[in-house]
Structure formats: C-alpha cells, structure tokens
C-alpha cells in the first residue's frame, strides 16, 4: 500500500514539472493548408482577370461616350475600379511572396514551390494582359487627342500634334490654346479642348497603371529567377542522389554476383572434395581387396579343417 501511493506521488509530480506534450501537424494537415492558400491565391487571380475585362469595357464605353454625364459617370467607375483592381493586385503580389518565403526549409518544400510557381505564372499572364489592355487603350487616346486637336488646328504640323497628344508641359497646351484663338469654329473647339483634357488624365492615369504593373510583373520575375535556381539545386540534389542510388545497386549487384560465384565455387569444392573422398575409398577397398582375395581365404580355412581332421 505504501509502494502504491509512493508510486501516485511520482506521477502526481512529474505531471506537474514535465511541460504538456503538444502535437505536431501531420504532413497532411500541411498540405491541406498549403492547397487551401492556393485555392484563395487562385480565386483573388480569377477576379482580377475579371476586373481587368471590365476596365477594358469602361475603356471602350469611355471612349464611345457622347452624353457628357454619362461620360462622367463612367470616368468615375473607372477610377474605383483602377484603385479597387490596384489594391488587389498587390494583395496578391504580397501572398505569393509570403508563399514562395515560406517554402523555404519546409517538410513539403518541393510542394510548396510547384504551387507556389504555378500561382505565380497564372499572375504574371492576368498582368500581362492588363499591360496589353493599358497600352492598347493609351494608344487609342492619344489618337482620339491627335483628332480633337485636328478639329481645332487641321493644318497642324506633326510637331504641334505629338506636343499636344504627348502633353508636353513645354508647349502642348500653349499650342492648344493658341488654335483656340485663331479658330472660327469656337463651341466646337471649346468641346475638343475639354476632351482633350480629359483624355489626358486618362492616359497619365494608364500610365501611372502600367509602372504599376512593370513592378509587380518585376517582382514576380525576380521571384521566377529565384525560384529557378531553387529548383536547379533540388534538381542537381535529385540527380546526384539518383547517382548515388545507381551506384549503390551497381556495388549491390556486384556484391550478389560475387556471392554467387562464391556460393558456386564452395558447391564445386564440396563436390571434389566428395569425388576425391569417394576415390580414396575405393582405392582403399580395391587395395584391400587386391591383397585379401576372398578365394583364398576359403582355401586356407578349407585347409585347416582338413589337418584338424
């Protein structure tokens, strides 16, 4: 009884010092996660492809608009969705990045780093086409600039017309103003001039998307090199153990081929070791034999019987 509770007591107290076990995650809870932030990463990729597909259609809608408040209106959309679609891809940017770190000395790092590429080349295609809608859009303003100004000036020299569709603050507006002045067509280029403003935000706002977009696109390719050479060592780390493991069966199959010749050669030398045996022994017996013929044996005792008698 005294064993006993001597033996509670002990447990009681090494409960109370050792520090409670706690379980790690399995490899599969790992993955689990890891897909699950992939699928996230994949869904936010998906609605700003979609994103990028309506800012197309405001471009076009913008560009197609003649109703001044529907002009506006779609102007406005079009900067919250710009700034909306900014904040997303950014977001983006940041969980791809906290992905690729995180693959790093991880139990499932070449996982992680499959994923984490397959997520990143499915963003750098959606800001690829992003890049194209921008520039696609920027060019067609500025031609939309270069007609306007026309209205205004028809007999505009290419100079005077790549300093207004460029707004060079050296001369553009100067030259605008100017053909203003000197134009008989004066409500009509009231208009032009306003539009000419307007798209002028529009492309200083395109512009100021696409270094946006350069930098993300940079990023991501400076994450791909990276990536790369990772995979580059896990690979020559693959090879060099595929090496390994041929050379160890070549030893292996080297170490089973020398058994055998071993094994072949004791099961020869048992069996010469039996023939010379077996020779010896009827040596033996054919020598006995030949000094004790057994004829004469029986004709010595024959003659034996016969003197007794």
């Given at each position: 009884m005294l064993g006993r509770d001597r033996l509670a007591a002990m447990r009681a107290r090494r409960q109370q010092t050792d520090p409670p076990y706690e379980m790690q995650p399995s490899i599969y809870e790992i993955n689990a996660e890891l897909f699950k932030e992939i699928n996230s990463i994949q869904e936010f990729i998906q609605q700003f492809d979609r994103d990028v597909t309506k800012i197309s259609d405001l471009h076009s809608t913008s560009l197609n608009a003649l109703d001044e408040d529907r002009a506006s209106q779609n102007a406005m959309e079009l900067s919250e969705l710009t700034d909306t679609t900014r904040q997303l891809s950014n977001r983006i940017s940041d969980r791809i990045k906290?992905?690729?770190?995180?693959?790093?000395?991880?139990?499932?790092?070449?996982?992680?780093?499959?994923?984490?590429?397959?997520?990143?080349?499915?963003?750098?295609?959606?800001?690829?086409?992003?890049?194209?809608?921008?520039?696609?859009?920027?060019?067609?303003?500025?031609?939309?600039?270069?007609?306007?100004?026309?209205?205004?000036?028809?007999?505009?020299?290419?100079?005077?017309?790549?300093?207004?569709?460029?707004?060079?603050?050296?001369?553009?507006?100067?030259?605008?103003?100017?053909?203003?002045?000197?134009?008989?067509?004066?409500?009509?280029?009231?208009?032009?001039?306003?539009?000419?403003?307007?798209?002028?935000?529009?492309?200083?706002?395109?512009?100021?998307?696409?270094?946006?977009?350069?930098?993300?696109?940079?990023?991501?390719?400076?994450?791909?090199?990276?990536?790369?050479?990772?995979?580059?060592?896990?690979?020559?780390?693959?090879?060099?153990?595929?090496?390994?493991?041929?050379?160890?069966?070549?030893?292996?199959?080297?170490a089973v081929l020398y058994a055998r010749s071993a094994r072949r050669k004791k099961w020869i030398c048992f069996w010469i070791t039996v023939i010379v045996v077996l020779a010896a022994v009827g040596i033996g017996v054919g020598v006995y034999f030949g000094q004790h013929p057994p004829g004469k044996s029986n004709s010595n005792n024959s003659n034996n019987s016969t003197s007794d008698g």
């Open positions: 906290a992905l690729d770190a995180s693959s790093s000395g991880a139990s499932d790092e070449r996982i992680r780093k499959t994923q984490t590429a397959h997520v990143r080349s499915k963003f750098m295609e959606t800001l690829q086409r992003y890049q194209d809608v921008e520039r696609q859009y920027r060019s067609r303003y500025k031609q939309r600039v270069e007609r306007q100004f026309k209205i205004v000036k028809p007999d505009a020299t290419p100079e005077e017309v790549a300093a207004v569709v460029n707004d060079d603050p050296g001369g553009g507006n100067q030259i605008f103003a100017q053909a203003l002045t000197s134009s008989n067509r004066y409500g009509e280029s009231r208009a032009a001039y306003r539009e000419v403003q307007e798209r002028h935000q529009d492309i200083r706002r395109i512009e100021q998307t696409l270094a946006e977009l350069a930098q993300l696109f940079n990023d991501m390719a400076t994450l791909l090199n990276q990536q790369g050479e990772a995979l580059n060592t896990i690979q020559a780390q693959a090879a060099a153990a595929a090496k390994d493991t041929e050379g160890g069966l070549q030893h292996t199959d080297a």
